[in-house]
């Protein structure tokens, strides 16, 4: 039983700045990879920035420079800050996390629910 509880979306003028915030809580073993990706009206689910456990980092090309992925292992809790945000990064943001349920059982993916992030121009 794994949850993913997410916080921080809103409504922000374009250059503004926002940061989420998504826990993992329940019964597992640990928490792996962790991710963000966004799906915007009519679009498809994109990959927006990828952590590792050791705080490895990926990022979207169209969000480098601008996005910041970070970890707390010890609160099971990753975040996104984005700051210069555009009008074209309004969609819903989506947490993921690659747990391990057991010690010895295989990873599995998890989402949150979504967070609208809104930014008008």
């Known amino acids: 039983q794994v949850q993913l509880v997410e916080s921080g979306g809103g409504l922000v003028q374009a250059e503004g700045s926002l940061r989420l915030s998504c826990v993992a809580s329940?019964?597992?073993?640990?928490?792996?990879?962790m991710a963000w990706y966004r799906q915007a009206s009519g679009k498809q689910r994109e990959l927006v920035t990828r952590?590792?456990?050791?705080?490895?980092?990926n990022y979207a090309d169209s969000v480098k420079g601008r996005f910041t992925i970070s970890r707390d292992n010890a609160k099971n809790s990753v975040y996104l800050q984005m700051n210069s945000l555009k009008p074209e990064d309004t969609a819903v943001y989506y947490c993921?996390?690659?747990?391990?349920?057991?010690?010895?059982?295989?990873?599995?993916?998890?989402w949150g629910q979504g967070t609208l992030v809104t930014v008008s121009s």
């Open positions: 993921n996390a690659n747990v391990l349920p057991t010690r010895f059982s295989r990873s599995i993916g998890v």
């Open positions: 329940g019964s597992f073993f640990m928490v792996n990879d």
């Open positions: 952590i590792t456990r050791g705080g490895t980092t």
